[in-house]
Nanobody
């Protein structure tokens, strides 16, 4: 069974930085996409950034140039470094793992990011 454990959320002032981590455990195939989604109250869950097993990355337009997704394959961990945070970045951030060969999708429990002065 695959499990995703997130950490790193919290309260930060506008313009500040945070780094989220997501550690995956269990049986993970070689072909996958890991990503971060977020959901603000009243909004749908949206993709923030993703990284494939080949290293290719994808970002939402709203975070390009401010957020960076990276991974440590040896630790099965993906990171989301967030800079220049804005109030509109406030949301619960969810880690996501999509195993491409079997089609399974897993979600973390979510971590709250609040950007406020």
């Amino acid at each position: 069974q695959v499990q995703l454990v997130e950490s790193g959320g919290g309260l930060v002032q506008p313009g500040g930085s945070l780094r989220l981590s997501c550690a995956a455990s269990g049986r993970i195939s070689s072909f996958y996409v890991m990503g971060w989604y977020r959901q603000a109250p009243g909004n749908q869950r949206e993709l923030v950034a993703s990284i494939g097993s080949g290293g290719n990355t994808n970002y939402a337009d709203s975070v390009k140039g401010r957020f960076t997704i990276s991974r440590d394959s040896a630790k099965n961990t993906v990171y989301l470094q967030m800079y220049s945070l804005k109030s509109e970045d406030t949301a619960v951030y969810y880690c996501n793992l999509h195993l491409l060969l079997i089609g399974n999708i897993y979600w973390g429990q979510g971590t709250q990011v609040t950007v406020s002065s």
